[in-house]
C-alpha cells in the first residue's frame, strides 16, 4: 500500500463528504486507502459516510478521544508506505496527492511535507510554512513582532512570509491540516502525542522528526482549508484547549533548558488567553448594547451546467437563497467568475459546479482572484452527485 489516508471528524459530514469527493479524483490511479475516524459525532456521519463511500473504512468512537488519539488509532491499523493526516473541511486539487508522494519518492531524508494552504477566499493561508514556537518565536508571535517585521527571518519566522510560496522550501512545523508523513520516519520517533487533546500536536511531531534527522518540506501544490468553521473559536473551551497546548509543548521541549523563563512563558501564556477571551466577550457585550445588525442578503452566483443549474434553482428555492446563474458547457469553460463582464461587486459567495470544473482549476480560479477586484469572495461548491450546496459557513440540502 503506498498512501493511507487519515481524517478525524466531528459533527461535519457534509464537509467531510466534500473532502472524501475530492480525494477520490486525488487517488486515481495509486494504491491507496482511506480511514475516517470519527469522535462521537451526533450528526450521523458514521452512516451517512459508510453508505456513500463503501470504500471508505471507518472507526466509531463512543466518545470524543480528540485529534491525536483518534488519528494513532487509524495509523496504527493503516498499512501505507506513507500516511496523510488530513482535515475534513479540506479540498484537494487532483494532482496534489500524486506531486507529494512524488517528492517525497525522491526525498528519502523528507519525514514530513506540507502544502500551500488557501482560505475560503483563495487567499494563501500563512500557516502553510511556519517555524518552531521556540521561546524567542512564541514571544514575537504573541508580542506582535512577528506582523510588524513579517518578512524578517528574525521576528517573522513563526510564519516564514521569507519564504516563495510557489517553490519548496525547508520548514520545521507541518500543519496537521495536510501533514503527509514517512510511515518509517513514524516508526523512528513515535506517533502523535495523545497529551495533546487538540492543537500543538502537529508541532509537536513535527520537532521530533527534526530530533530524528529528518528533514520537513513546504510543497506548493495547492489545497483549500476552510479553517474549521465547525470550530467555536469564540468559546472558553477552545482558548483553554489551545492555550493549553502551548504550554504542554514549552514543558516537553524547552522547560529543562529555559527553567528561569518557564514561569515567565505561563504568565504570557495565560494573558494571551485572557486577553483573547476579553476581547470576545467585548465584541459581545457592543453587539449586546448597540443591537445585532439587520439581515444581510448575501448573493451567490452559480457557475456551471444547464442540467445542475435546475437542480440548484430548485435547491435555492427550498432554502430562499439569492443566486445567479451562469451556465457553461463542459467542454468550453470560461474562466469562472474571473472572466470579462462579471460584475463581482453584486456577489459575496460564487459557487463552482464540481462536475464541469476540476478542483485544481476552482482553486487556481479562486487564488488568482483573491489579488483582483473583488478578493473578499468565498468559494462554494455544488456536486450533483450529493445535491448538497456547500459555503464556508452554510451547509444547503
Known amino acids: 500500500m503506498k498512501l493511507s489516508i487519515i481524517i478525524v471528524n466531528y459533527n461535519v459530514k457534509y464537509y467531510l463528504e466534500q473532502c472524501l469527493l475530492s480525494v477520490r479524483r486525488a487517488v486515481r490511479?495509486?494504491?491507496?486507502?482511506?480511514?475516517?475516524?470519527?469522535?462521537?459525532?451526533?450528526?450521523?456521519?458514521?452512516?451517512?459516510?459508510?453508505?456513500?463511500?463503501?470504500?471508505?473504512?471507518?472507526?466509531?468512537?463512543?466518545e470524543n478521544a480528540g485529534f491525536s488519539r483518534a488519528n494513532n488509532q487509524a495509523i496504527r491499523r493503516s498499512s501505507g508506505e506513507y500516511v496523510l493526516l488530513l482535515n475534513p473541511d479540506t479540498i484537494l486539487g487532483e494532482s496534489v496527492l500524486h506531486d507529494c508522494i512524488g517528492f517525497m519518492d525522491a526525498h528519502p531524508e523528507a519525514g514530513g511535507c506540507g502544502v500551500g494552504?488557501?482560505?475560503?477566499?483563495?487567499g494563501f493561508a500563512w500557516e502553510s510554512r511556519r517555524g518552531l514556537p521556540t521561546p524567542f518565536t512564541a514571544?514575537?508571535?504573541?508580542?506582535?513582532?512577528?506582523?510588524?517585521?513579517?518578512?524578517?527571518?528574525?521576528?517573522?519566522?513563526?510564519?516564514?512570509?521569507?519564504?516563495?510560496?510557489?517553490?519548496?522550501n525547508e520548514i520545521e512545523v507541518i500543519s496537521g491540516a495536510y501533514m503527509l508523513l514517512r510511515r518509517s520516519a513514524l516508526e523512528r520517533v513515535g506517533l502523535l502525542d495523545e497529551d495533546f487533546f487538540m492543537y500543538g500536536e502537529d508541532i509537536d511531531l513535527s520537532y521530533r522528526l527534526m530530533q530524528g534527522g529528518y528533514t520537513n518540506y513546504y510543497h506548493p501544490a495547492?489545497?483549500?482549508?476552510?479553517?474549521?468553521?465547525?470550530?467555536?473559536?469564540?468559546?472558553?473551551?477552545y482558548v483553554h484547549v489551545f492555550y493549553r497546548a502551548m504550554v504542554i509543548?514549552?514543558?516537553?521541549?524547552?522547560?529543562?533548558?529555559?527553567?528561569?523563563?518557564?514561569?515567565?512563558?505561563?504568565?504570557i501564556v495565560v494573558f494571551r488567553a485572557v486577553l483573547d477571551l476579553l476581547m470576545t466577550r467585548m465584541k459581545a457585550l457592543r453587539c449586546a448594547l448597540l443591537g445585532e445588525p439587520g439581515p444581510k442578503?448575501?448573493?451567490?452566483?452559480?457557475?456551471?451546467?444547464?442540467?445542475?443549474?435546475?437542480?440548484?434553482?430548485?435547491?435555492?428555492a427550498r432554502n430562499h437563497i439569492s443566486m445567479d446563474y451562469l451556465t457553461v458547457a463542459s467542454d468550453e469553460k470560461p474562466r469562472g467568475h474571473l472572466q470579462a463582464g462579471i460584475p463581482l461587486d453584486d456577489y459575496h459567495i460564487i459557487v463552482y459546479d464540481t462536475d464541469v470544473y476540476s478542483y485544481a482549476t476552482i482553486l487556481g480560479i479562486m487564488e488568482e482572484g483573491s489579488t483582483g477586484k473583488n478578493p473578499s469572495l468565498l468559494l462554494g461548491t455544488y456536486a450533483s452527485e450529493t445535491r448538497v450546496l456547500i459555503t464556508p459557513h452554510d451547509i444547503y440540502i
Open 29 to 62: 490511479g495509486m494504491e491507496a486507502e482511506v480511514w475516517v475516524v470519527d469522535n462521537a459525532s451526533t450528526d450521523d456521519s458514521v452512516a451517512y459516510i459508510k453508505e456513500r463511500f463503501p470504500e471508505v473504512r471507518c472507526i466509531a468512537n463512543e
Open 117 to 122: 494552504m488557501l482560505k475560503a477566499t483563495g
Open 139 to 168: 514571544f514575537c508571535k504573541m508580542s506582535g513582532l512577528c506582523s510588524l517585521f513579517p518578512r524578517s527571518r528574525v521576528f517573522g519566522k513563526y510564519y516564514m512570509r521569507y519564504l516563495d510560496r510557489n517553490a519548496v
Open 222 to 237: 495547492r489545497i483549500l482549508h476552510y479553517k474549521g468553521e465547525s470550530t467555536e473559536k469564540n468559546s472558553f473551551r
Open 249 to 267: 509543548f514549552f514543558d516537553k521541549h524547552f522547560r529543562h533548558r529555559y527553567r528561569l523563563l518557564s514561569l515567565l512563558i505561563r504568565l
Open 297 to 316: 442578503v448575501v448573493r451567490h452566483l452559480f457557475i456551471g451546467s444547464p442540467e445542475h443549474a435546475e437542480e440548484v434553482r430548485g435547491l435555492c
